[in-house]
């Protein structure tokens, strides 16, 4: 299943997508992190994806749309 996150280069052109609103901002935010972290998991059970990963990029730009960065 395709995420809505998928057509960003990274986070941060999540947050600079102005025909977002900031609740569907932080939705995708919030579901990139998740996917992120079960990647994580993964890795640290041997499973690698290859993917680059953008968790701590994701958490960065959720932080700011929240207001605590």
């Known amino acids: ?4 996150y998928e ?3 990274n986070p941060d052109a999540v947050v600079a997508d102005d025909s ?3 609740a569907k901002k932080k939705e ?3 579901q990139w992190i998740e996917d ?3 990647l994580v998991r993964g890795s640290a059970e041997g ?3 290859g993917e680059e990963n953008h968790l701590q990029s994701a958490q960065t730009a959720l932080m700011k749309l929240k ?3």
Not at 1 to 4: L, N, S, Y
């Open 20 to 22: 977002l609103s900031e």
């Open 36 to 38: 992120e972290e079960a």
């Open 47 to 49: 499973i690698q994806g």
């Open 67 to 69: 207001g605590e960065a």
């Open 1 to 4: 299943m395709k995420q809505d």
């Open 28 to 30: 995708i935010l919030k």
């Open 7 to 9: 057509k960003y280069d």
